[in-house]
């Protein structure tokens, strides 16, 4: 995982993406080391042309939240390192 998320070409970013609808945290908080203000308007894009990936990604995001940790360290959502980063990407100019 390491010698992707170090990558920054456009080609790997759906990859990337992609980890944030793992369950394991502590990918979400590496990934949230890489997520910039360099690239964040890509991960933006991103989101923008491909809206059915997105929601998909969300919601697998959510749902392991629910199931794996949520109690008791992230009982409310936006306690939860997957959705800051989740509104990061939402407020992010495109």
């Known amino acids: 995982m390491k010698l992707l998320i ?3 070409d456009y080609w ?14 502590e990918i979400l908080f590496e990934l ?12 933006k894009q991103l989101t923008l042309s491909n809206k059915k990936f997105w929601t998909q990604t969300k919601s697998r995001m959510v749902s392991w939240r629910d199931a794996h940790y949520r109690y008791p360290n992230h009982k409310r959502l936006n306690d939860y390192i997957g959705q800051k980063i989740v509104k990061r990407i939402n407020e992010a100019n495109a």
């Open 32 to 43: 949230d080391k890489h997520i910039t203000e360099q690239n964040i308007t890509q991960f």
């Open 6 to 8: 170090d990558v920054d």
């Open 12 to 25: 790997v970013l759906p990859f990337k993406f992609q980890l944030l609808g793992e369950f394991v945290i």
